[in-house]
Nanobody
Framework: QVQLVESGGGLVQAGGSLRLSCAAS????????MGWFRQAPGKEREFVAA????????YYADSVKGRFTISRDNAKNTVYLQMNSLKPEDTAVYYC????????????????WGQGTQVTVSS
């Protein structure tokens, strides 16, 4: 069982930056690939970024490539999403998720989800 708690969301102007954190409980955090997804009102949940259990492999959605960076600290049971050059279209609830041993860019393989943190980018 893994519990995930996101933090770091908020209101920021376009062009600004935020860093999201996702703290995981459990002793097996390093066994899980981790992902970030987001969901805007009236839209489906979409993939943002993912990182392998070791941190050696990362995937990004084309819409955030070059602006967002995913990283993890297995000693702290935490995964991060550094978001730079934010745009109004990045406004959404951001969720972190954990997938046992599988790095994926779709929601289905992820076994555990956080409650989400709101990111709002004003123009």
């Amino acid at each position: 069982q893994v519990q995930l708690v996101e933090s770091g969301g908020g209101l920021v102007q376009a062009g600004g930056s935020l860093r999201l954190s996702c703290a995981a409980s459990g002793r097996t955090f390093s066994s899980y690939a981790m992902g970030w997804f987001r969901q805007a009102p009236g839209k489906e949940r979409e993939f943002v970024a993912a990182i392998s259990w070791s941190g050696g492999t990362t995937y990004y959605a084309d819409s955030v490539k070059g602006r967002f960076t995913i990283s993890r600290d297995n000693a702290k049971n935490t995964v991060y999403l550094q978001m730079n050059s934010l745009k109004p279209e990045d406004t959404a609830v951001y969720y972190c998720a954990a997938a046992l041993g599988l790095l994926a860019t779709t929601p289905k393989p992820y076994d555990y989800w956080g409650q989400g943190t709101q990111v709002t980018v004003s123009s």
